[in-house]
């Protein structure tokens, strides 16, 4: 799993059958040049053990995007696209999913989701149409 933030790379690799981890690690990329998300990625990816799958943490997929999609060319772009929704951490993801499918080809990606309850606010049914994106702090 790959999540890819603002200011920060964290993964880690978890083994299939007992959701063990088996690797993980962290890089702070806070202020830093730009391809530096580019760097730390294949760094991560270079020292991964045999991978089956990758999960990336998009913070925000709008309104189409509320259950995990596989990642194609199609969705990346969408997710991209999406930059203004999340600009601090939506072109971290997109670097993760480009990163993950050079070093990675042929490899199924995935964004995680939040599940309904996590995402959705206590607010009055009138705003319910808001959702909670990302991790609280």
Sequence with gaps: MLNAGS???KWVVL????EAAEQQGQASWEGAEANRHATEL???LARAPSV???GHRVVHGGMRFREAVGV???VRDEIAQLTELAPLHNPAAVAGIDAARARLPG???VPASI???SRTRPVPIALYHLR???RRR
């Design 7 to 9: 200011s920060s790379l």
């Design 15 to 18: 083994n299939a059958d007992t």
């Design 42 to 44: 294949a760094t991560a």
């Design 52 to 54: 089956q799958a990758v």
């Design 72 to 74: 194609d060319d199609a």
């Design 107 to 109: 490899i199924p990606r």
């Design 115 to 117: 599940p309904p309850f």
């Design 132 to 134: 909670r994106r990302g």
